[in-house]
């Protein structure tokens, strides 16, 4: 059967590899700022089946390939800005040293894509190097390896989090149904703008459409993702710090003036530290800390200080300083 269209339009197939196709594509789409699959049908002489088929090739290869609509409502193929410019990537040694121990320190993302992608980074370095370099730097690895609690396996959410990288890379909005804690769920048109790591455990960050500001979403609580065939542009105004300094972990609830009197017994562990941007310390002539600053996320703030038990004491505001108190009262309570 001749490879033509099947109303018997377009030039006959050229007797050429896929191989050879795929490299002739990959030229033509670094070249311009976008071709639709007839074009590219025609400049390959081969159906549009055939085109999507490679095209597909080439995603699944790994080119960063987009398609985006055209003022005339067709849709047209092409790579991200810049893609072709990118020279290849080398390391020092020491630079690879580097990579291996936080390599180490990922065990968050067990059962998810992205250690794939790692995994799949970390054999070609070990395909370019000497076997006695790849040991050493192996064992350098192991040695700094934490051991995680309770540690999370994505492994039930990996085509949901499959989608969220696709949609990441290429800037694709997307629906996401979320259940938040013990409330039913429901759906989020989302321009998802990055991920964050938390405590052992990933948030999609992103603007929501139907709730018009940012949000962050719990990747154990997404119950599903459609990517949309729609790009989005992430705004210069985005900050992910300045997002954050109104929150104490994940939660940015309306700020509270806090302030927070440590022990000497762990005045110098919070002197290690900066806990947040607004931080401010006043070390007392006892040895004493008092930590000042402006925060929301009420349980999340809570759930911290039990953690420097019993070695500080609430000050300001009066609520937290009651609910602290519940807190210890209730859990006393049960020990009984």
Not at 107 to 130: E, K, M, N, Y
Not at 139 to 163: C, H, M, N, W
Request: hydrophobic letters at 40%; glycine letters at 6%.
């Amino acid at each position: 059967m001749s490879d033509r269209e099947p109303d018997g339009r377009g030039r006959p197939a050229r007797k050429y590899s896929q191989a050879a196709r795929l490299h002739d594509l990959i030229r033509i789409l670094e070249v311009r700022h976008g071709s639709t699959a007839d074009e590219l049908a025609e400049e390959c002489a081969v159906t549009r089946r055939t085109i999507y088929r490679d095209l597909q090739a080439i995603e699944e290869a790994g080119y960063p390939l987009v398609k985006e609509p055209s003022g005339d409502g067709r849709m047209l193929y092409k790579f991200l800005t810049g893609f072709s410019k990118i020279p290849p990537i080398t390391f020092s040694l020491s630079e690879l040293m580097t990579l291996y121990l936080c390599r180490g320190q990922l065990g968050l993302l067990q059962g998810t894509p992205f250690l794939d992608d790692l995994d799949a980074v970390f054999a070609r370095i070990r395909a370019s190097l000497p076997p006695r370099s790849v040991a050493h730097l192996e064992r350098l690895a192991q040695v700094i390896t934490p051991r995680f609690q309770g540690r999370r396996d994505y492994g039930d959410k990996r085509e949901i989090l499959e989608s969220l990288r696709r949609a990441l890379l290429y800037q694709y909005r997307c629906t996401i149904r979320y259940a938040p804690a013990r409330r039913p769920a429901a759906d989020y048109l989302c321009d998802p703008y990055t991920l964050l790591f938390f405590k052992d455990a990933l948030y999609v960050v992103g603007y929501v459409h139907n709730r018009r500001a940012l949000r962050r979403f719990l990747v154990d609580r997404i119950e599903s993702v459609q990517v949309e065939e729609e790009r989005f542009e992430i705004p210069d105004s985005f900050n992910l710090e300045e997002v954050d300094r109104e929150a104490f972990g994940m939660v940015g609830e309306g700020l509270q003036d806090i302030r927070v009197r440590f022990l000497p017994e762990v005045a110098h562990l919070i002197l290690e530290r900066q806990w947040h941007p607004t931080q401010k310390l006043d070390v007392q002539p006892d040895g004493s800390l008092i930590l000042s600053l402006q925060a929301g996320g009420h349980k999340e703030i809570l759930s911290w200080l039990y953690s420097f038990l019993p070695h500080l004491e609430v000050l300001a505001p009066e609520t937290l300083r009651q609910d602290f108190i519940a807190g210890l009262q209730k859990s006393l309570a049960g020990q009984r």
